[in-house]
């Protein structure tokens, strides 16, 4: 006795197979991301570092200029000469925005990433002194963040911030050094290939007689 196939049939039968079709183009997917990771996981991990220090940069400098009054009192509790603690006031906030600017434009950001690194340095250096007692335990922290933490647990935050923001400096340069060697590498072979073929040897060649006869021309 003939079985009667309907439509309902039809598609248990295709389901299967497309849920083969399913999974390998997840595999694919994810063996693409994978290898695109692989090749570019500098330009990854910058963009990543990059945009934390960029974040927190403007974090801290908007807590620190909405509460400038606040910042003004508790840098001029710190162990610095008044004129150079009013100057700090401004500095800080300022240095931290253009830090925040010059990561983000991708020109720049190696700047950027250098001028975060030695603000960490500073900072961390002088939640250092601190904890040794270099200064006076009643010290207020001007870090600008919302959550005021002790000076050690400062410190250890401070040290991985350095850290970031330093391996990001590093990976940065480390792309750009690539891509000026490559765009050398280029250069030196369209000249090979240039050379290579007689007719634009030739045309070369023709182009700076012609500058030359113009120059002798020019000065005469």
Request: overall charge positive; glycine content about 4%; charged content about 20%.
């Amino acid at each position: 006795m003939n079985r009667h196939i309907n439509n309902k049939d039809v598609q248990l039968d295709k389901i299967p197979l497309q849920s083969k079709k399913a999974i390998e183009l997840l595999l694919r997917l994810a063996m693409s991301l994978a290898r695109f990771c692989l090749v570019h996981w500098k330009e990854i991990a910058v963009t990543f570092y990059g945009s934390f220090m960029m974040g927190l940069w403007i974090f801290v400098a908007y807590n620190k200029i909405t509460g400038f009054d606040q910042n003004m009192e508790g840098m001029l509790r710190q162990p610095f000469p008044r004129p150079f603690a009013m100057f700090l006031a401004y500095a800080i906030p300022g240095s931290e925005l253009t830090a925040a600017l010059l990561i983000g434009y991708h020109r720049t950001r190696l700047f950027g990433l250098g001028l975060s690194a030695l603000l960490m340095m500073a900072f961390t250096v002088y939640v250092g002194l601190a904890i040794l007692h270099v200064w006076s335990d009643k010290l207020p922290c001007n870090c600008g963040l919302i959550i005021q933490i002790g000076w050690k647990k400062h410190f250890v935050f401070n040290v991985f911030l350095l850290l970031i923001s330093s391996w990001a400096f590093v990976l940065q340069w480390w792309i750009l050094k690539s891509k000026l060697h490559i765009d050398k590498q280029n250069n030196i072979d369209r000249y090979k290939i240039t050379n290579s073929i007689p007719l634009m040897r030739n045309r070369k060649r023709e182009t700076l007689h012609r500058l030359k006869c113009k120059h002798k021309h020019t000065k005469e």
